[in-house]
């Protein structure tokens, strides 16, 4: 087992090293004068216009003008010291930028992760207990069409109907700033209703369609047959033995999600203004804020390893024998 | 034999959804009835007769992009979804039939190309390299490839444990022979639903990027209708008929692939 | 135990939320808030006929709420600040394009363009509660010459006082009216007692600390939540540069598009709109719903505008230049870029708007036939009968369209569409190069090579002011300096034409800026070196319901300088 976590562990330090790597060198060659978006289009062709040696001064600083090798050195670094400089777009400290909007994000992607596994949980186990019943004939075509529409599709198409048809729920952004405690809670939710439905409804749908699967694996299993000819009532059946079994790789992909609670939500966030961490990506990459881009493509890679060992450390506790391959 | 037909069904529905486009693709240079690029005077028309689904913010006929769009829309699916599982299949096939060192390497490239973020890795590629077809596919397929080497990889294990492939090797066939004519064609139904479902997936992750505006100039894709009517405030304005059938169609199409995908699975 | 679960989960969910609106219950506030002004009461004793103030004015913007540094451009707090709020600029701009004073209660020009004389007021406060002094003026001139190296102040020969409340600018070369027109109105005083310890740093950009945001204009920061992305601002009734302060505070909200601010205009949750050159776009004029929200519309100074290449064979011939200007559909170009609200331009580029304008150009209007006319008698024949025109030499003719690279181009990309479809029906083949615009570095290297047939640019409402659209056509650098120490994007190598602009740039009066741009309409529209695509309308909504005494600055709207002095309630 000692052995089994250790190796774990360590994969997953190399993993993040190497995405660390390739995404310094990504960014670092990605097209578009940093300068210019470092100082603003206008300001620099201003600057170029009139003062071309402040322009100068501002890449040294940014040390634009090192060499590669000194620059992937000081990456390093500042990676392990979550140091990650200025940003371009509005010159606070990356970090800051990226610590003030993470939560916002979390806000959304938590209740999205609970109330989309338990949802969809529940329902696969009801349908895949019984396929071919009502239940699953009305929900397997509604969980797969739901699987085949792009997310910015509904997205869309909510923001058509119940904000700007309906006007049901605010057109964007995540408050309206009136408000404290309570007053300002309720506004919040009422912010989040939309996008928060949208990213469980398809959460849902997809872990629906896991449960769904897993289950009627088991559900043909020999230790439900022989407990079915031992005259278990269905119930017992389901909950003792097929519940049981079928929680196990459920659990685990509910635990691979949780990398994805960073970065699984940029298009709904775009689509909705809300200022999470999708959508300081997507703008960090559109105006080549590299600081910005690297740090959130870092934290959500680093998310994803973190959920990854994490799944495999609950496979080794509870299926202890994986671990002596 | 009943339950069999049953699960067809869908595999049908599918295929034919999936042929409908493809007819559309086609033969759409000869039922699109203007030229999706041309502009007029008539901007943000209504659908009238003369244009079916209206006219865009410069007076192009909505349906005519729509038909286009079918054609660059199914290109990058198929195209991407064919990089993905040949690329799937080959890196499942040299790790699961070599083992050792190969497949220690391999494993561990599926599983650093997993523990990327997926669309924030697309979406960085395609600002990289030029928009465009070429680097639209090169950026989807470059993390999709995973979940077909996975699962591959271990099926392919086990048919490696099947008497009649252990009976050819012991007579010394040799690997390409085996793998072609054992494990590929045992392979055959699951490569070709994981295919159908990279496919939809490819059609999907294209969607949101043309959406977000990396698409190349002038390409009419369904994500860049949907693109343009976002971003040049067709939605918020209310015009269904713009921003409506790019959805469908995109829709409608995945569905198509992943109907034959998830139920073709199923059929064995 | 099922249930235990759910209970467990739902009690985490629960938790979770508040945990993560918790932290955004208490606004922060800063420290700026120090000295006890009351505006309302102030205003009480002044006797004949109180103007009713306004209590809060909300305005709303999409500019980030983030930043407040009194030095700096970003957020909203620095593209306030052009319109004098809570730092007090030198000057201001009227609706004239007359400078006008605004710190400096007076100001004089010498003759020689090189002495500037001034009084400031000795009332004024900064916004912590210290007066405002000598020193400040003295160290700000200091600053922006030795630490931000600003280029205004390059032959600056000294600052000196000449009296209780004057004093004396004076530069080696005639640069002040350049200085005045350029920039001053964008620039103001700043506090020593926080500044000076950048001195000689570049840290005064990125200073966040409370104090960066302490001003002597007419507002100071009061609070500001990041989260909710508002501030809110008081008015500090002694620095009354422009009369009586009537709009007692000020609330600023951001919002996440313009969509949102339609919404929230209409739902009067917000009194107006304001964001440096960036309009409403026209095509969400259509969404006012209430009647009591006025579209604030005016005609804009900037404009989208295209360059020739004028050292390359098509671009060079005046006919086909002009036969471009005849196949291009103009009232589809303005519909697509002002939504039905522009105008089809004039052929001197800048717009009605912009200072010297010249009136009674020829306006553009579509004629396929005579474009097709002037191409045959120039000599673009379709000589191998494929459809397309060929050079009159009959090589192959491809014209390379190339729209400015920027963040957001699906407008450019647009327009770039319906030039090449209008070019198509007069059997030319334009096309775009999707390698040029991948980025901006790419773009801009190809721009400067001259490597474009048709480029299609934009000038904003901040460049058209001062520097004018014209700045983009010039070829030769400015007068004694390297071309590598500038942008050119211009193709247009006419002598006179290049040293004019220079010359306009580095005008010392009024009246030489005026008759410099004056030729060079002239000039654009006897070559067509370029064109305006649309003279657009520009749209800065606002509510009339509530408040009286707006005033809508073309391409400003009704937040400028002026606002703050003349709004009151009804």
């Given amino acids: 087992m000692g052995k089994y976590l250790i190796r774990r562990i360590l994969t997953a330090v190399f993993t993040i090293y190497v995405i660390i790597t390739v995404s310094f060198f990504m960014v670092r060659f990605m097209p578009g ?43 390093l670094k500042s990676v392990v010291t979550l140091d990650f400089g200025i940003a371009y777009s509005n010159k606070k400290p990356v970090v800051e930028n990226v610590f003030s909007c993470i939560h916002w994000t979390v806000l959304l992607s938590i209740p999205t992760w609970i109330l989309g596994g338990l949802l969809g949980g529940v329902l696969g186990v009801l349908a895949g207990w019984r396929p071919g019943k009502r239940l699953d004939c009305v929900l397997t075509p509604i969980a797969l069409f739901l699987n085949t529409v792009p997310s910015n599709c509904i997205g869309v198409l909510a923001l058509a109907l119940f904000a700007y048809k309906l006007r049901w729920v605010p057109i964007g952004g995540m408050t309206s700033g009136i408000g404290t405690g309570w007053v300002r809670t309720l506004d919040i939710l009422k912010h ?8 469980v409804l398809f959460r849902c749908s997809g872990d629906f369609m896991l449960m769904k699967s897993s289950v009627s694996q088991v559900r043909h299993a020999d230790y439900t047959t022989t407990a079915a000819s031992k005259g278990l009532s269905d119930r017992k059946i389901l909950f003792r033995h097929v519940m049981r079994n079928a929680m196990l790789p459920y659990m685990t992909s509910m635990c691979m999600q949780m990398g994805g609670l960073l970065s699984g939500s940029m298009m709904i966030e775009t689509i909705f203004g809300w200022k999470g961490m999708g959508q300081l990506f997507y703008n960090a990459v559109s105006s080549r804020d590299f600081p910005t881009a690297q740090f959130c493509f870092l934290i959500s890679a680093f998310c994803v390893v973190m959920a990854n060992l994490l799944s495999d450390i609950l496979v080794g506790v509870i299926d202890p024998r994986v671990t002596v391959k | 034999m009943k339950k069999r037909k049953k699960v067809n069904i869908p595999v049908l529905a599918g295929s034919l959804i999936i042929g409908f486009f493809v007819i559309i693709a086609i033969i759409a240079p000869a039922i699109v009835p203007y030229d999706p690029s041309a502009t007029s005077a008539l901007t943000y028309g209504k659908p009238s007769p003369e244009h079916l689904l209206g006219t865009n913010d410069v007076g192009q006929d909505i349906f005519s992009e729509l038909i286009y769009g079918t054609r660059i ?3 990058i699916g198929i195209f991407a979804a064919v990089v993905v599982t040949c690329v799937g299949t080959l890196l499942a096939l040299l790790s699961a039939w070599y083992g050792g060192v190969v497949d220690k390497l391999i494993t561990g490239l599926t599983n650093l190309a997993m523990a990327v973020p997926g669309l924030a890795l697309t979406t960085l590629l395609v600002c990289y390299l030029s928009p465009g077809i070429l680097s639209i596919v090169v950026a989807i397929s470059i993390t999709a490839w995973t979940g077909t080497t996975r699962v591959l990889r ?19 066939q040799r690997d390409i022979v085996i793998m072609g004519k054992h494990l590929l064609s045992n392979l055959k139904d699951i490569i070709l639903s994981r295919g159908a479902m990279a496919v939809s997936s490819a059609m999907m992750t294209e969607a949101s990027l043309s959406f977000l505006g990396l698409g190349a100039f002038g390409e009419k894709s369904w994500g860049a209708i949907l693109h343009y009517a976002f971003f040049r405030n067709g939605v918020v304005r209310g015009l269904y008929w713009w921003y409506l059938p790019p959805i469908l169609c995109t829709s409608l199409a995945v569905l198509g692939f992943m109907l034959v995908g998830y139920y073709g699975q199923q059929k064995r | 135990m099922k249930r235990a679960l759910c209970l467990l989960l739902s009690a985490v969910l629960l938790l979770g939320l508040f945990a993560g609106c918790g932290k955004q219950t208490t606004p922060e ?6 000295t006890e002004t009351t505006a309302a009461a102030e205003t009480e004793t002044t006797g004949e006929a109180p103007k009713k103030h306004v209590k809060n004015l909300v305005i709303g913007t999409t500019t980030a709420n983030t930043t407040f540094n009194l030095y700096g451009q970003t957020d909203i707090f620095g593209r306030i600040n052009y319109v004098n709020f809570c730092r007090a600029n030198w000057i201001y701009e009227d609706e004239n394009g007359d400078l006008q004073p605004f710190f400096f209660t007076s100001f004089e020009i010498s003759e020689d363009g090189k002495v500037l004389d001034f009084t400031w007021p000795t009332t004024a406060v900064w916004s912590d509660g210290e007066k405002v002094t000598w020193d400040d003026i003295d160290f700000t001139f200091r600053f922006l010459k030795d630490t931000a190296k600003s280029s205004s102040f390059i032959h600056l020969v000294s600052v000196e006082p000449t009296g209780d409340d004057s004093g004396r600018i004076t530069f080696s070369e005639p640069d002040v009216y350049g200085w005045l027109s350029g920039s001053a109105t964008m620039q103001g005083l700043l506090p020593k007692h926080v500044w000076e310890k950048f001195e000689g740093t570049d840290d005064y950009k990125n200073y966040t600390e409370p104090d960066a945001a302490v001003g002597c204009g007419p507002y100071k920061l009061v609070s500001y939540d990041v989260d909710a992305q508002v501030s809110y601002y008081e008015a500090i009734p002694e620095n009354n540069y422009h009369g009586e302060i009537t709009v007692d505070s000020v609330t600023i909200k951001t919002y996440a598009d313009q969509t949102a601010i339609m919404m929230a205009l209409n739902a009067g949750e917000i009194d107006c709109y304001y964001a440096y050159s960036t309009p409403i776009d026209a095509t969400l004029i259509d969404l006012i719903s209430d009647s009591a929200v006025d579209p604030g519309e005016s005609i804009y100074a900037g404009e989208d505008q295209i360059t020739f290449g004028m050292t390359r064979p098509a671009g060079s011939d005046y006919q086909f230049r002009l036969a471009v200007t005849k196949a291009m559909d103009w009232n589809l170009l303005t519909d697509a870029i002002g939504g039905g609200y522009g105008e089809v331009p004039r052929a001197g580029i800048i717009p009605p708007s912009c200072t010297g304008y010249l009136d009674g150009l020829p306006q553009f209007a579509q004629d396929v036939d005579e474009a097709n006319r002037i191409l045959d008698e120039a000599g673009y024949k379709d000589v191998n009968n494929d459809g397309i025109r060929e050079f009159p030499d009959g090589s192959e003719m491809k014209i390379l369209i190339v729209p400015q690279y920027s963040k957001k181009m699906d407008l450019r990309n647009r327009i770039a569409e319906v030039l090449i479809d209008n070019l198509k029906a007069v059997g030319v083949n334009a096309y775009v190069d999707q390698e040029i615009i991948v980025s901006s570095e790419v773009w801009e290297s190809n721009i400067q090579a001259g490597n474009y047939d048709i480029a299609i640019g934009y000038t904003t409402a901040g460049m058209a002011r001062h520097t004018s659209a014209f700045r983009y056509y010039v070829y030769e650098p400015k007068p004694g300096t390297e071309r590598s120490a500038s942008w050119l994007w211009g193709t247009y190598t006419d002598e006179e034409f290049n040293s004019t602009v220079w010359r306009m740039l580095n005008a010392s009066s009024r009246e030489e800026y005026v008759s410099c741009i004056q030729w060079l309409q002239q000039e654009a529209a006897d070559t067509l070196f370029g064109c305006a695509l649309s003279w657009t309308s520009c749209f800065y909504p606002y509510r009339t319901d509530k408040y009286e005494g707006w005033y809508n600055r073309p391409s400003w709207g009704v937040v400028n300088d002026e606002l703050w002095y003349s709004l009151t309630s009804k």
Avoid: C, W
């Fill in chain 1, 192 to 199: 989040m209703a939309l996008p928060l439905s949208i990213l």
């Fill in chain 3, 29 to 34: 506030t800063t420290a700026a808030a120090g």
């Fill in chain 2, 154 to 172: 271990s099926q392919i294990l086990a048919l490696k444990e099947e008497p009649f492939v252990k009976i050819e090797k012991a007579i010394g």
């Fill in chain 2, 73 to 75: 829309s199914m290109v």
């Fill in chain 1, 33 to 75: 004068d940093p300068l210019q978006h470092l100082v603003g289009q206008e300001e620099y062709y201003y600057l170029l216009d009139t003062d071309p040696e402040e322009l100068e001064s501002i890449a040294e600083k940014y040390g634009l003008n090192d060499p590669l090798g000194v620059q992937y050195v000081r990456y």
